[in-house]
């Protein structure tokens, strides 16, 4: 059963996809399916013996291009509609123990192309009106398989959180004619006790409202609504920028640092209306609200939407500036 | 540092109480905050040598009637605010070791006593426009306390997640000049596919676009807006109803299944308008989606706020009643 559902007591879209429930699940590594498919081992799911960098449909996906018919009938009070769109999966390296951090600068560089390429490709499509990059590291959120891998999901709406941002950059713009993420890039450049590194026109902060103690954003500090419109000294930014930030995370408390990092960007449903507010940005929540003690989302969070925070954003940042520092040195 | 910062990118306020860092984590059974003071032992936050429930002010509050100054100023861009409001502790029971289900039925009548009174004294508070009794049960969803006890949230203004609740609810009403939750409950009983129990006039179901697996939502089949609109009739059920579920989840696995659970009521600003279309109801949200395996929060549901789920409503809803019949029997 693949099918989304319309919840009215929420506004919101659920997707379901049962069949994921029995999707592979941690393998040992002998048998993982990003790795490349050589002689001595059997096939995997990507049919080369070796790779860079290689994407591919996810196997087990929440949206697909041609979803089956939903398995309830829709109603007026309960809307029901197909699972269209893609789940992509971008494997970074053919390497099944290395983590972003191990990336060089040139493979970082071609995974930002990487995502450009694909991003443009997908939002051509007419059933999807979100692209969203991402990357779930590690156990802690969830990761099923340790070969270093991000995501791709084209969505058929513009999901809660992006829309909620969307809303958020109207009304700014509304009262001051101005791109809200434009704002927070200069008011952040020019006080710089949030900033935790800058690079080639990009910037890396922590917010000053973090929901998660060590989130950290990132955006270009001049307008651009997504990754194709970035030329070449802006992707090297962004490669170099999102090497930096994972450098200070693992050298924070000396282990990989579990994330969800996600690129969010304008809506692909064709609306130019988008462009003058959707400032291209990146996410990153990190679970950790120390090296042993993870920042759960409970009653407050989860059933409030009301994030309560135990770091100060100003502290987070300082921590990820000592970590950097200790990791050039 | 407490405060309240707002979030212009995504029009959400974010609270900081960074000396909740340092709150009591997972102590011995010997040092429990919440169990009686006895003469064998130390004093604890309960000064009475036995009690049956008791409710006081949290140690570590996230909101406080007279909180300290922000530390940061505001500005345009960024606005901030004191942390007021109210943070409250229930302990359910004297007897450490007990859960939710371990509570005989004339304790949990009392339970829903407590919540309603305490929900409609904090109502009466200017500074508070939204009160929310909730329960984190189990280390899964962050519980740093084993003692049976939850907790009510008195918030400063109506939370992201209740607030999108009552923007559904209000445009429902526009549409069709009912309450969304009459409608989904007729619904609901209707079809008793998705019906978990019933008593008293309350209805307990897996909703049609569950978040979670094995999400209940439970709510009077007439419309009532807060706890203490409910007679004693209602009260029982409410009682009744939720011990079953528990007994439900704790019977599906054969373990006390981790939840978050969480009343949502018409907000306490002194609008009447929100009376008809806020409908009292219970989200109860399990971290599960099998025995061994959790649904994990991850980029679509963070940093998308788009919700994959791999069970299917009405199977989750089989599961829940064939656990009942076994507990049961």
């Known amino acids: ?20 429930q029995n999707r592979t699940y941690k393998p040992a590594d002998d048998f993982c399916p990003l790795c490349p498919s050589r002689a001595d081992g059997g096939p995997t799911e990507v049919p ?30 309960y809307p029901v509609e197909p699972a269209v769109g893609r789940c992509e999966v971008v494997v970074y390296s053919e390497d099944h123990h ?8 040139e493979r970082v560089r071609m995974l930002v192309d990487v995502w450009a390429d694909r991003w443009e490709i997908l939002a051509t499509e007419q059933s999807i009106r979100y692209v969203m990059p991402f990357e779930n590291r590690g156990s802690t959120v969830g990761t099923t398989l340790s070969h270093p891998h991000g995501q791709i999901y084209g969505y058929p709406e513009i999901p809660t959180r992006p829309r909620q941002e969307l809303a958020a950059a109207a009304a700014h713009h509304r009262s001051t004619g101005r791109c809200v993420y434009c ?17 080639g026109g990009w910037l890396a902060w922590v917010p000053f409202s973090a929901r ?8 270009p500090t001049s307008h651009h609504s997504c ?34 990092m996600a690129f969010h960007s304008r809506p692909t449903d064709g609306s130019g209306e988008w462009d003058p507010i959707s400032h291209l940005h990146v996410e990153i929540d990190p679970p950790n609200r120390s090296a042993d003690k993870l920042k759960y989302l409970a009653g407050s969070e989860l059933a409030g939407g009301a ?3 135990d770091v100060a954003p100003e502290a987070a940042a300082a921590d990820l500036r000592r970590a950097l520092r200790r990791a050039a040195s």
Chains 1, 2 share one sequence.
């Not at 009215?8 to 069949?19: C, I, K, M, Q, Y």
């Not at 998660?212 to 955006?219: D, H, I, L, S």
């Not at 000294?233 to 969800?260: H, I």
Request: glycine share 4%; proline share 11%.
């Open 1 to 20: 059963m693949t099918e989304r559902r319309y919840d009215p007591t929420t506004g919101e879209w659920v997707t379901f996809a049962t069949h994921r």
């Open 48 to 77: 080369y013996p070796s790779f860079e960098v290689v994407t591919f449909d996810n196997r087990f996906p929440s949206f697909s291009p041609a979803p089956p018919e939903p398995a309830v009938p829709a109603s007026v009070l």
């Open 98 to 105: 290395a983590t972003f951090a191990d990336l060089d600068a």
């Open 183 to 199: 704002d927070v890039a200069a008011n952040e450049v020019a006080s710089g006790e949030r900033v935790v590194a800058r690079a």
């Open 212 to 219: 998660f103690p060590y989130e950290v954003r990132m955006a």
């Open 227 to 260: 990754l194709p419109e970035l030329d070449d000294p802006a992707r090297d930014g962004l490669a170099e920028l999102l090497s930096t930030v994972v450098a200070a995370y693992d050298a924070m408390w000396g282990f990989p640092l579990p994330y969800v």
């Open 307 to 309: 994030f309560v925070t």
